[in-house]
């Protein structure tokens, strides 16, 4: 029984250093190993560009709603009719800005895997 055990241990470290010489030591492994680390690095790429997308998106949007809810709250109580309607419309600018954008968060939402950076709300509030 020792010499069975002795003899199956020694038969998967010559496989294992097999394995090994022929992903490092020989063109056809070498190229095999070169792929799968490729393949993995275009995996990363492409999740980091979305990931890049995404932000770049949420900042554009959240940019647009801050510039449009500022224009309501400068206006909205003026006594000119005409700034009374640019709030209005800055206002409902602001509302269709924070549906897309809750929306947009909630569909992308795997992007981040619980860790949406600091400039990056999770939700826009519709202004009343």
Do not use: H
């Amino acid at each position: 029984m020792k010499n069975f055990l002795i003899g199956f241990l020694l038969a998967i470290v010559l496989i294992i250093v097999g394995a090994c010489v022929f992903l490092f030591a020989t063109p056809t492994g070498k190229d095999i190993y070169n792929q799968w680390i490729y393949s993995l690095e275009k995996v990363d790429e492409k999740t980091y560009e979305t990931q890049k997308e995404v932000e770049g998106v949420c900042r554009a949007m959240i940019a647009s709603y801050t510039q449009d809810k500022m224009i309501y709250e400068q206006y909205k109580d003026s006594e000119v009719a005409e700034e009374r309607s640019w709030a209005n419309n800055a206002k409902i600018r602001a509302n269709n800005t924070a549906a897309t954008y809750n929306n947009y968060i909630l569909e992308n939402s795997f992007v981040w895997q619980d860790n949406v950076p600091s400039d990056i709300a999770t939700e826009l509030e519709y202004i009343e």
